[in-house]
C-alpha cells in the first residue's frame, strides 16, 4: 500500500540518506476518488486544512 500511494522512498535526516515512510496525505471521499494530495505535510496546521478543503 505504502508504494502503490507513493509513501514509501527516499528520505534524508541529519545528512543520513535512507528509504522509508514519508509525510504524504490523500483525501479519499466515500467511493473511494482520490479529492487531494498534501505532499508536503507540515503537522501544526495539517489537521485544519484539511477539513478546510474537505467542506467545500
Known sequence: ?????????PKKMAGREYIGI?????????????FKVYPKVKP????????ADWSR
Not at 22 to 34: C, H, M, S, V
Not at 44 to 51: D, N, T, V, Y
Open 22 to 34: 514519508t509525510r504524504i496525505t490523500y483525501l479519499i471521499d466515500e467511493a473511494g476518488t482520490i
Open 1 to 9: 500500500m505504502l508504494k502503490a500511494y507513493g509513501a514509501w522512498g
Open 44 to 51: 501544526p496546521e495539517h489537521a485544519a486544512r484539511i477539513l
